[in-house]
Nanobody, 122 residues
Framework: QVQLQESGPGLVKPSQTLSLTCTVS??????????WSWIRQPPGKGLEWMGV????????YYSPSLKSRTSISRDTSKNQFTLQLRSVTPEDTAVYYC?????????????WGQGTQVTVSS
């Protein structure tokens, strides 16, 4: 059973960089052919896909609306992948999720973390 757990600060000040880590257990982030995603849900809104990194580590894709502020990195020795979101504003307040993505014609997510609340406020 694959499990994902998000961790990071619950409160970030405007203009700072938000950094969240997803720790994966029960499976390796380098296993063919899964992709590893970050998704968020602002209060009262739907899910917003932020970006994804491939099992190979060589391919990373970002939402066009967030691309200039977002980075996804990974630490294979710890089986973790990390989201960095720069220059945050209160509009970045959301529950942030990491998830395992199954690519293909019916791209979908088969495992999710429980989510972590991040509030951007001074």
């Amino acid at each position: 059973q694959v499990q994902l757990q998000e961790s990071g600060p619950g409160l970030v000040k405007p203009s700072q960089t938000l950094s969240l880590t997803c720790t994966v257990s029960g499976g390796s982030i380098t296993t063919n052919y899964y992709y590893w995603s970050w998704i968020r849900q602002p209060p009262g809104k739907g899910l917003e896909w932020m970006g994804v990194r491939a099992y190979s580590g060589g391919s990373t894709y970002y939402s066009p609306s967030l691309k200039s502020r977002t980075s996804i990195s990974r630490d294979t020795s710890k089986n973790q992948f990390t989201l960095q979101l720069r220059s945050v504003t209160p509009e970045d307040t959301a529950v942030y999720y990491c998830a395992r993505s199954v690519p293909g014609s019916s791209w979908h997510y088969d495992y999710w973390g429980q989510g972590t609340q991040v509030t951007v406020s001074s």
